[in-house]
């Protein structure tokens, strides 16, 4: 009795279904791949505003500013900070101490902060 070498069609079914399987956890990790880069590079650009946001301020005053750049709404707030009797330095005119904080926010609850500390120096009473 001669036998055929080759392989059934059970085993070629079950390899193309291994296959299969393969190329589609394939294109899965590729497309979260990609939409990761997607948020990373919102969140690149959220960051980049709201350094924008925060330097552009020349005179500190206390309030809120808000905003809004393409998709990102931003808000920036500054608030004087209490600063103790024994930090002061003694000079002509007084300093404040201000909290700069620039918040935005995107997308489905995304949002991004920077805050920094600023003086300010108060005009003289006259």
Known sequence: MKREHGFTLLEVLVALAILSLAVVTAIQL???G??????????QQAVLL????????????????????GVFQWERRATVVP?????????????????LSVEVRWGANRTVEVATLRT???????
């Open 30 to 32: 590729f497309a979260q």
């Open 34 to 43: 990609l939409r990761l880069l997607k948020v990373s590079g919102d969140y």
């Open 50 to 69: 709201a350094d924008q946001k925060a330097r552009e301020v020349e005179t500190v005053r206390e309030g809120i500013e808000t905003g809004q750049e």
């Open 83 to 99: 600063v103790p009797e024994e930090l002061t330095v003694v000079s002509t005119a007084p300093i404040r101490l201000y909290r």
């Open 120 to 126: 300010a120096r108060e005009p003289l009473p006259q």
